[in-house]
C-alpha cells in the first residue's frame, strides 16, 4: 500500500531532550515536506527537500533540523525541544516539487508534548 | 507575502445541500492550488489538485474552480452527506517547494 508512515505518533516528552520524528515514504517521491499544525495558526511549513541531499527553511524552521540521506526517509531532529514546540506535525510527500509539482499524501500526524 | 485565507471558518449545513467553500490568496503568482479534507485527529487526504493552467477539476461529487487572476478558488460539494463533515483546507503552491494553507473551513452535515 502507498503511504506515508511517520513515528513515533505520540510522544511526551522534557525540555532539552533531543529527539527524532521519522517519516519514511515507499513511492519513491522526489519531494517530502515536514508541517506542524497548532490552533489558530493552522498547517505552517516547516522544511522542505526537493530531493536527496537537497533540503530547505519553510516559514517556521526554527528549532529544528532535516536531513535527506535517501529518498524514502526524511527524518525531523529537534535538538533542544521547547515547550512552543508542543504541536502536531505532518509529513508529507509528491512525486516531483518542480514547477507544476503533484498532490501531496500525508502521513498521520506525530502529537508532540514538551514539558 | 503569499496570504491564505478560507471563509467561513464553520458551516453547517442540512444532508442534502449543495454547498460552496471558498478560498482566497494574495498573490496571482501560484503554480497549483490544492484542496484537502481532514477528519479529527488524522492527516490530510487529497480532494483535487488545480495546476495553474485549469479552470477547474472535478472529482465525484466535487468540483474545484480556480480564478488565478482574481486569486480565488472554490470547492462545490453536490448532495452532501453526513459523512463529508470534517475541515477542508485549501493550499496554494508559490514556487519552488513552498505550500502555504488557508486555516480551513469546518463544515458539519447534520442528517
Known amino acids: 500500500e502507498a503511504q506515508v508512515t511517520q513515528n513515533p505518533r505520540y510522544l511526551i516528552t522534557v525540555t532539552g531532550k533531543k529527539l527524532t520524528v521519522t517519516c519514511s515514504q515507499n513511492?519513491?517521491?522526489?519531494?517530502m515536506s515536514w508541517y506542524r499544525q497548532d490552533p489558530g495558526l493552522g498547517l505552517r511549513q516547516i522544511y522542505y527537500?526537493?530531493?536527496?541531499?537537497?533540503?530547505d527553511k519553510g516559514d517556521v524552521p526554527e528549532g529544528y533540523k532535516v536531513s535527506r540521506k535517501e529518498k524514502r526517509n526524511f527524518p525531523l531532529i529537534l535538538e533542544s525541544p521547547s515547550p512552543n514546540q508542543t504541536s502536531l506535525y505532518f509529513c508529507?510527500?509528491?512525486?516531483?516539487?518542480?514547477?507544476?509539482?503533484?498532490?501531496?499524501?500525508f502521513g498521520p500526524g506525530t502529537r508532540l508534548t514538551v514539558t | 507575502k503569499q496570504e491564505v485565507t478560507q471563509i467561513p471558518a464553520a458551516l453547517s449545513v442540512p444532508e442534502g445541500e449543495n454547498l460552496v467553500l471558498n478560498c482566497s490568496f494574495t498573490?496571482?503568482?501560484?503554480?497549483?492550488l490544492q484542496w484537502f479534507r481532514q477528519d479529527p485527529g488524522k492527516g490530510l487526504t487529497s480532494l483535487l489538485l488545480?495546476?495553474?493552467?485549469?479552470r477547474e477539476q472535478t472529482s465525484g461529487r466535487l468540483n474545484a474552480s480556480l480564478d488565478k487572476s482574481s486569486g480565488r478558488s472554490t470547492l462545490y460539494i453536490a448532495a452532501s452527506q453526513p459523512g463529508d463533515s470534517a475541515t477542508y483546507l485549501c493550499?496554494?503552491?508559490?514556487?519552488?517547494?513552498?505550500?502555504?494553507f488557508g486555516q480551513g473551513t469546518e463544515l458539519s452535515v447534520k442528517p
Open positions: 488545480i495546476q495553474s493552467s485549469q
Open positions: 498573490d496571482s503568482a501560484i503554480y497549483n
Open positions: 508529507a510527500s509528491s512525486l516531483s516539487g518542480a514547477a507544476g509539482g503533484n498532490e501531496q499524501y
Open positions: 527537500s526537493m530531493n536527496v541531499e537537497v533540503t
Open positions: 493550499a496554494v503552491r508559490p514556487g519552488g517547494g513552498k505550500l502555504i
Open positions: 513511492m519513491n517521491h522526489e519531494y
